[in-house]
Structure formats: structure tokens, C-alpha cells
């Protein structure tokens, strides 16, 4: 009976995660209308530079100003500068649309997924990969929690596991 039920939770984990992630992509067409609702609400312009780099970021996920910026470039039209980008990104972090870290090499990148998630951080192609464990974050903010740290009290847990491809995977995408 319990081995059912394990498999049940971990099913139901499995779909949570996937419409999670289906809502973050530009193949909803919904993400770009509630992104004009957040600066609606907070009496900003629907700039075409800020549309811009609102769909440069649906599309690429995690991505760093300058990313953005070669993104918004390479599909023409809106022109921006890295500054611009850069200035967006950080406003709309404010507002809760993204959410911003760093890498392993202290640069900002912004990531379209507010919900709490592990990351997988490619230091040779400086990427970042979302791992979706429910299980393994909640053990670990259990445990985390669970303990004394003094002078601190712990508001949450933000997991970034620095890694590099393997040299299979480096020869595949050559």
C-alpha cells in the first residue's frame, strides 16, 4: 500500500511540474497578455522594448542581460542596449515577474520560473538547466529548518548545483 501511494505522490509531483513549466513557455499565449496585466497594474508602459525582453526571456528561460540583448538583436526590429536590458530585467525582478542569480562566475542572470526549484549550473557554457525535485527540496528545507544556527533563522532554501558536461555530452554537441 505504501509503495502505491509513493508512486501516486511522485505522479502527481511528476504533472505539477510539467504545467508549471508549460506555463512559463511562449507557447502560451496567455504569458505575454498577464505580463502587460503586472505593468498595468503597476502603471508602467507596455514599451516594445519591454515586451521585447519580456519574450527574449520566455524563450531563453535564464538568460543575462547581454544574452537578452543578442537575443532581441538577432530577431531585429526593437533596438535596446545592454544597460536598457539590464535596467528592465532588474525592475521587473521588483515586481516578482523574475527572479535573478548569480552564477559561479558573479554574473546576474534572470530566470522566468518564480517557483521554487533546484538549478544546475553549467560553469563551462555558463547555463543554467532547472531540476525539477520536489522530494529533494523539501528534504532538504526540512532538514535545513529542523536546525540552529545562532544568530540566523532560515527563510528558505536555494539550491544551485555547480556542475560541467561530461565529455560525452561535450562530444555530442560539437
Request: aromatic share 10%; charged share 25%; net charge positive.
Amino acid at each position: 500500500m505504501n509503495c502505491k501511494y509513493n508512486h501516486l505522490i511522485f505522479f502527481y509531483n511528476f504533472v505539477c511540474q510539467i504545467i508549471r513549466i508549460m506555463n512559463a513557455q511562449t507557447k502560451d499565449p496567455s504569458a505575454m497578455d498577464r505580463f502587460k496585466s503586472v505593468l498595468k497594474r503597476h502603471k508602467l508602459k507596455a514599451t516594445p522594448q519591454r515586451l521585447a525582453v519580456h519574450e527574449a526571456m520566455l524563450e531563453l528561460g535564464h538568460a543575462s542581460a547581454d544574452q537578452v540583448c543578442r537575443w532581441i538583436s538577432a530577431k531585429g526590429g526593437t533596438r535596446v542596449t545592454v544597460s536598457s536590458v539590464y535596467n528592465i530585467l532588474t525592475q521587473m525582478t521588483l515586481l516578482g515577474v523574475y527572479v535573478h542569480r548569480f552564477s559561479a562566475n558573479n554574473k546576474m542572470f534572470f530566470d522566468v520560473n518564480t517557483f521554487q526549484h533546484i538549478h544546475l549550473y553549467d560553469t563551462v557554457n555558463n547555463e543554467f538547466k532547472d531540476i525539477m525535485d520536489d522530494e529533494l527540496l523539501k528534504t532538504v528545507e526540512s532538514r535545513v529548518k529542523s536546525k540552529r544556527y545562532r544568530g540566523y533563522k532560515v527563510d528558505g532554501v536555494d539550491i544551485q548545483i555547480i556542475c560541467h558536461p561530461t565529455t560525452r555530452r561535450n562530444t555530442l554537441t560539437k
